[in-house]
């Protein structure tokens, strides 16, 4: 409950920066913009590119959920 809340706030904080920037407003307090793990909430190893953390990254990676990305064995 407490990190989908987290995830929702910090969407609208996005869309309501991004709004202002549009319109070529300065942003309030820049730093309060996080970017969440859409699967858990953290904030900490965060991939851009996939949108979620570096954990959730594994576990979908390891079942084979998300195309193109494999293990890759030494």
């Known amino acids: 409950m407490a990190r989908t809340a987290l995830i ?3 969407n609208r904080r996005k ?3 991004s709004k202002e920037h549009a319109q070529g407003k300065k942003l309030t307090f820049p730093t309060r ?3 969440r793990c859409e699967k ?3 904030i900490n190893g965060y991939m851009r590119r996939f949108g979620i953390c570096r954990i ?3 576990e979908l ?3 084979g959920k998300i195309m193109g990305v494999k293990k890759s064995s030494w």
Do not use: E, I, L
């Open 40 to 42: 858990c909430g953290k």
């Open 33 to 35: 913009v996080h970017n």
């Open 56 to 58: 959730c990254f594994r």
């Open 61 to 63: 990676a390891s079942h």
């Open 8 to 10: 929702v706030k910090c």
């Open 15 to 17: 869309d309501r920066a």
